[in-house]
C-alpha cells in the first residue's frame, strides 16, 4: 500500500491546476489499533497531498462497492460518478498494477 499512497500523493501534487484531488481510506475491523500505524505510514512518506482515513467496518460503506475478495480496492471518481474500481487481492498490488492504477488517472485530469 505505500507505493501505492506514495504514487496517489505525487499525481495530486502534479495535478492540483487541474484540481485532481484524492484521499485514502482503511477499512480496519479495529480502527483504534490501526490509526497510529496510518499516521506512521503518512509521517514516513511524507505525504503532503492526499489525506489518510480510517473507516469502521472492513466491507466498507455499501456505496463504495468493495470487492470481498480483495486486499486494497482503488476506486476514481469524477464527477460524482466512479470512473475506476480495481480491487487486488493480496499479493496483486505490484508495479505493473501501480502503473495501471496511475494511467487511470489520465482519465480524471481530461
Given at each position: 500500500m505505500a507505493g501505492l499512497v506514495k504514487q496517489v500523493d505525487a499525481a495530486v501534487g502534479k495535478n492540483k491546476k487541474s484540481q485532481l484531488k484524492a484521499f485514502?481510506?482503511?477499512l480496519s475491523d479495529d480502527p483504534?489499533?490501526?490509526e497510529p500505524?496510518?499516521?506512521a505510514l503518512a509521517k514516513k512518506?511524507?505525504?503532503k497531498n492526499v489525506p489518510l482515513t480510517i473507516f469502521d467496518?472492513?466491507?466498507g460503506p455499501p456505496t463504495y462497492k468493495i470487492n470481498k475478495g480483495a486486499e486494497t480496492t482503488v476506486?476514481?471518481?469524477k464527477r460524482g460518478r466512479v470512473a475506476s474500481?480495481?480491487?487486488f487481492e493480496k499479493g496483486k498490488l505490484n508495479k505493473a498494477a501501480l502503473k495501471a492504477v496511475a494511467g487511470d488517472t489520465k482519465v480524471l485530469i481530461q
Open positions: 485514502v481510506v482503511v483504534d489499533v490501526d500505524k496510518l499516521k512518506l511524507a505525504v467496518g472492513i466491507s476506486l476514481m471518481w474500481n480495481k480491487g
